[in-house]
């Protein structure tokens, strides 16, 4: 049975609706992430989760029991806000022990819940430093060490590395999914980095005016997304408009300049989208062995990054796309006639 239910959420704000019939189910222990554009919907729905909103309609249970009205001190979540909310004037020590001491816990259990918390995110010899005293990371550290040393039910989290630089960022992702898989709390992380949600959560919802437009793992976001909307917002993608046209041997994609046997399916004909992502297009001088598929290409741009480049292309008969090729041995030059080739099968049909 999953933990927290968020059933059929609407709210407004006077005559402005800012969420749609949102629904989650999010089991006990997931590292889940709210991601989406600005104006998405994603803060809203945290800030409702904390108790600092209150819905227009819907519920929101925690283990079968309907929080939907509690007070957000009633609800004993842990938050990591975007800017920390550290208290300047006090130390480490007591910017952690402030939530025990609020809850009358006795010294002593006090003070070996700190020290627990500084091991857990290596902070220990910092204990009696100052937030001015510490770098940006670190400060997160400490924001996220409060945020749990109480052993919340649920820790929410808005965007707490938006402030850092990537490599930290990078380096504090990995950190806290540790922490995370260590804890086994349940996990709400809010941000608009589609790599950041990628790399820790088990489920991602991806939200869009409002409203969900899907609830996966990242691997199914990117690989198999239901909207148009998700294929393009998650990693980057080229998308055909066209439509399935029946022939002897099944259905074929026709549109843009493309076309694409895909064999049987289990679909009707009629208009959809076609989902090619950059990794899937391999960049070739020769043409390809059967079964592929080889469009005659210009380079408008290649955009080097090591061991591959990222190039953006003009197909002779359709649109530009992006596609990524290998440059161990050098990048062709812009205005280098390519073919762009691919294999059906990596293609996928939005719609």
């Known amino acids: 049975m999953a933990s927290l239910e968020i059933r059929s959420i609407d709210k407004f704000y006077g005559q402005t609706q800012a969420l749609f019939d949102v629904s989650l189910s999010i089991g006990k222990g997931e ?9 998405s919907g994603k803060t809203t729905l945290l800030k409702i989760l904390a108790g600092f909103e209150g819905v227009s309609s819907g519920t929101i249970t925690l283990d ?14 842990g938050l990591v806000f975007q800017g920390y909310a550290l208290f300047p004037h006090m130390s480490v020590r007591d910017n952690i022990a402030y939530p ?8 002593g259990e006090i003070d070996a819940r700190v020290r627990a918390m500084l091991d857990l995110v290596q902070l220990a010899r910092f204990i009696d ?28 989290l808005d965007e707490p590395m938006s402030a850092l630089d990537k490599k930290l960022r990078v380096d504090l992702q990995q950190e806290l999914r540790a922490i995370h898989q260590t804890l086994g709390t349940t996990f709400i992380n809010v941000t608009h980095d589609q790599e950041e949600a990628m790399h820790m959560s088990d489920r991602i919802a991806v939200m869009n005016h409002g409203r969900i437009e899907q609830f996966d793992s990242a691997f199914t976001l990117y690989r198999r997304p239901q909207s148009r909307f998700v294929a393009d917002f998650v990693g980057k993608s080229n998308i055909f408009t066209g439509e399935l046209v029946p022939g002897s041997a099944g259905l074929t994609f026709r549109g843009e300049g493309l076309a694409v046997p ?13 989902m090619l992502r950059p990794e899937d297009i391999a960049i070739e001088t020769d043409p390809p062995g059967p079964g592929r598929i080889a469009l005659p290409a210009r380079v408008l741009q290649a955009t080097y990054s090591g061991d591959r480049a990222l190039y953006a292309l003009k197909l002779d008969a359709g649109p530009e796309i992006s596609a990524w090729g290998t440059a161990r ?23």
């Open 31 to 39: 590292f889940v992430t709210l991601l989406g554009p600005s104006g």
């Open 329 to 351: 041995s050098g990048i062709h030059p812009e205005g280098a006639a390519v073919l762009a080739c691919f294999a059906p099968q990596d293609c996928t049909l939005i719609g």
């Open 100 to 107: 025990l001491k609020v809850r009358r816990v006795a010294k």
């Open 129 to 156: 430093r100052k937030p001015s005293e510490l770098s940006g990371g670190q400060q997160q550290r400490v924001a996220l060490a409060r945020a749990l040393v109480f052993k919340p039910d649920l820790l929410l």
């Open 262 to 274: 895909l064999g049987p399916a289990d679909r009707a004909p009629g208009k959809v989208d076609l």
């Open 64 to 77: 079968g029991r309907d929080i939907t009205t509690l007070l957000p001190e009633t609800r004993n979540f």
